[in-house]
T-cell receptor, first 112, second 114 residues
Framework: GDSVTQMEGPVTLSEEAFLTINCTYT??????LFWYVQYPGEGLQLLLK?????DKGSNKGFEATYRKETTSFHLEKGSVQVSDSAVYFC???????????FGTGTSLTVIP | NAGVTQTPKFRVLKTGQSMTLLCAQD?????MYWYRQDPGMGLRLIHY???????AKGEVPDGYNVSRLKKQNFLLGLESAAPSQTSVYFC?????????????FGDGTRLSIL
């Protein structure tokens, strides 16, 4: 079945460091891919998405490119801030949009 | 601008008790979902609904029931709570579309079963 595997955490970075959180997926057909962010005590919020191969999703300085050849959707940010501290989830949805599959989440802490 | 609202936010139950979690959305979304979030396991889909009066099982449906009598509400029931159901429960909603649309999440219900 469809699934998402993402990098184990926790990740601790200094402010202004480069961030990469790896995400790979297994799916039949052509899924849509998403990154969500969860701040403490809150629900998940959409960070970015990509719906077809080679699409790049971007938001708030974060980017991820849909790589069909490597079945990956790695999240990157060039310079992290303390306010980026959160848990990040990679997710996919099949074409029906009925079901989403989430990774286990990667906790990021950015220290000043 | 409420979005997705879950009630209650916290609850402690004893084993064998029953309760219902309520999810309400004001975005006129067709699709609604219930997930549970456990440490190291991410989010797992319990049940979902693609429209009023319809429900379907997700990945981990056992021990839960749901109802979607009104489009804006999606109820999750635990008939006989067990300690294994201690978790944080999230409701989400989305629109159908030509391509999958992002889900909008509530802030969660933290449930402890003693």
């Amino acid at each position: 079945g469809d699934s998402v595997t993402q990098m184990e955490g926790p990740v601790t970075l200094s402010e202004e460091a480069f961030l990469t959180i790896n995400c790979t997926y297994t799916a039949t057909g052509y899924p849509s891919l998403f990154w969500y962010v969860q701040y403490p005590g809150e629900g998940l919020q959409l960070l970015l998405k990509a719906t077809k191969a080679d699409d790049k999703g971007s938001n708030k300085g974060f980017e991820a490119t849909y790589r069909k050849e490597t079945t990956s959707f790695h999240l990157e940010k060039g310079s992290v801030q303390v306010s980026d501290s959160a848990v990040y989830f990679c997710a996919l949805s099949d074409r029906t949009g009925n079901q989403f599959y989430f990774g286990t989440g990667t906790s990021l802490t950015v220290i000043p | 601008n409420a979005g997705v609202t879950q009630t209650p936010k916290f609850r402690v139950l004893k084993t064998g008790q029953s309760m219902t979690l309520l999810c309400a959305q004001d975005m006129n979304h067709e699709y609604m979902y219930w997930y549970r979030q456990d440490p190291g396991m991410g989010l797992r889909l319990i049940h979902y609904s693609v429209g009023e009066g319809t429900t379907a099982k997700g990945e981990v449906p056992d021990g839960y029931n749901v109802s979607r009598l009104k489009k804006q509400n999606f109820l999750l029931g635990l008939e006989s709570a067990a300690p294994s159901q201690t978790s944080v429960y999230f409701c989400a909603s989305s629109h159908p579309g030509a391509l999958p649309q992002p889900q909008h999440f509530g802030d969660g219900t933290r449930l402890s079963i003693l």
